[in-house]
């Protein structure tokens, strides 16, 4: 049985930070790229960072240089460090674990409120 339990969210100030973790059971979890994604109200969902099981790391060009991703497979958790955070950074924030197309598995979100 797959899970992926996501902890971390919560209510922050702007320009403050958050981070996020995901702790997954049930897959090899080396083998994986792991990800977060978020969707805010009415809009879609989209990737926020992606960590493949070959290292390499990709953020979506709004959040480069403020959230950091990391993972540590002996732990099979994945980490988004966020910083100087922004109210447009609202949004329900869901992890996903990928194995090319055979597998795909996704928690049950965590929320991340940004407002004074």
């Known amino acids: 049985q797959v899970q992926l339990v996501e902890s971390g969210g919560g209510l922050v100030q702007p320009g403050g930070s958050l981070r996020l973790s995901c702790a997954a059971s049930?897959?090899?979890?080396?083998?994986?790229?792991v990800g977060w994604y978020r969707q805010a109200p009415g809009k879609q969902r989209e990737l926020v960072a992606v960590?493949?099981?070959?290292?390499?790391?990709n953020y979506t060009d709004s959040v480069k240089g403020r959230f950091t991703i990391s993972r540590d497979n002996l732990k099979r958790t994945v980490y988004l460090e966020m910083n100087s955070l922004k109210p447009e950074d609202t949004a329900v924030y869901y992890c996903?674990?990928?194995?090319?197309?055979?597998?795909?598995?996704w928690g049950q979100g965590t929320q991340v409120t940004v407002s004074s």
């Open positions: 960590f493949s099981s070959g290292g390499s790391t």
């Open positions: 049930g897959i090899l979890f080396s083998l994986f790229d």
């Open positions: 996903n674990a990928r194995f090319g197309l055979r597998a795909n598995h």
